[in-house]
């Protein structure tokens, strides 16, 4: 009921708040003999945390994780493994100014009235810091269906505020601070630098994609892999919208071209986004999600307070001007969580049974 673990087989239990004095997951369900140390999670940790570039917060945070149980001599022990991460550069004094009214946009209002009480230093609970630990618990699913099945999974930034950007290649991703498919960020610098200083911000749109996704994946009617994804896109902080393959392209698509035709040599487009009546086909699975302009900005905002009385805010302290830009390797461990969900799904229900049709090609 209090909404803080994601999946019943392999569940993610999250903890901590913003400003406290740690962060954390507690990962149940996890199989036991897999191979298993901090630098397989720390290199995703690296990939989103912040102060990583003037484009994003400059809260010096390592999110350096600790494994503190379920493992044993370097393998899963088939037990819960809590992975710790610690705050080490709160500025709590930022949110001082805050503490008798609600910010714009913000979950201020929504949990003090839920509550009866909020923890106002960076937001608490509904801080986008505590995606932190899902991406951990999200690369331990990415190290086990890799080594299962060959699941890869990619992502990157498609368009920020109002510059779409155009796909070039994945082996771009790593090589700039906007997870964006191309050679040249300049222009998208210029935009986040003139952003800043005017005191604003903007949203993003990501994509992300798994590939090698066993057929079969999926729990129709109510637990069907492509809406267990949004539901896990929704659960990610600052996302309003989600799309799966063509998404809402196919209200103007005909159904002489959405429908993705099988031949012996594979299928020959993915408009379905790699789920068919809630079950993976094997083709990649291709998600995209929108993100909301990040809501703290120094920006005077018409607010009340805890009174109901008319105020102005204005959000101090560091923070991203585009929450989208570190949003990539958050939306990857979703996706991740769901697949080795359903995988796990699959093997406990469906793991004797065979077919006499060998799967055909994702793409022809």
């Not at 949990?111 to 009480?117: A, E, H, L, N």
């Not at 890869?152 to 155009?166: K, S, Y």
């Not at 103007?252 to 429908?259: D, I, N």
């Amino acid at each position: 009921m209090s909404g803080n673990t994601f999946g019943n087989l392999f569940a993610v239990t999250n903890f901590g708040e913003s400003h406290g004095p740690a962060i954390g997951c507690v990962i149940d369900g996890c199989p036991p003999g897999m191979t298993l140390s901090e630098a397989d999670i720390q290199t995703d940790l690296d990939r989103r945390r912040p102060g990583t570039s003037r484009f994003v917060t400059q809260r010096n945070e390592p999110d350096a994780v600790e494994i503190l149980s379920g493992v044993y001599e370097g393998k899963t022990t088939g037990t819960p493994i809590c992975l710790l991460i610690k705050n080490t550069d709160q500025r709590s004094k930022d949110y001082g100014n805050i503490l008798e009214s609600f910010r714009p946009g913000h979950a201020d209002y929504t949990y003090f009235q839920k509550y009866g009480i909020r923890d106002p230093r960076g937001g608490g609970r509904s801080s986008a810091r505590l995606t932190a630990p899902m991406v951990a618990a999200g690369a331990v699913a990415k190290k086990w269906l890799f080594e299962h099945y060959g699941t890869v999974f990619r992502g990157c930034m498609t368009q920020v505020g109002e510059l779409p950007i155009a796909f070039e290649s994945w082996d771009l991703v790593p090589n700039n601070a906007f997870f964006a498919p191309v050679a040249d960020v300049s222009a998208l610098e210029a935009y986040m630098d003139a952003l800043r200083k005017a005191g604003d911000s903007c949203g993003a749109r990501i994509r992300v994609s798994a590939a090698n996704v066993p057929v079969g994946l999926g729990e129709p009617l109510f637990d069907k892999m492509d809406s267990d994804i949004a539901y896990a896109m929704m659960g990610i902080n600052a996302v309003k919208g989600v799309e799966i393959g063509a998404g809402f392209a196919s209200v103007s698509q005909r159904g002489t071209t959405h429908g993705d035709s099988l031949s012996p040599q594979g299928f020959r487009s993915n408009n379905a986004g790699g789920v068919l009546g809630g079950i993976s086909t094997g083709q990649d699975l291709e998600v995209s999600i929108a993100i909301k302009p990040t809501s703290s900005i120094i920006t005077p905002r018409e607010s009340i307070d805890i009174n109901g009385q008319s105020t102005e805010v204005i959000t101090k302290g560091r923070h991203d001007p585009c929450v989208g830009i570190r949003a990539t390797p958050i939306a990857e461990a979703m996706l991740a969580l769901v697949v080795m969900e359903h995988a796990l799904r699959q093997r406990a229900q469906c793991g004797d049974v065979t077919v006499g049709l060998k799967p055909i090609n994702a793409s022809a």
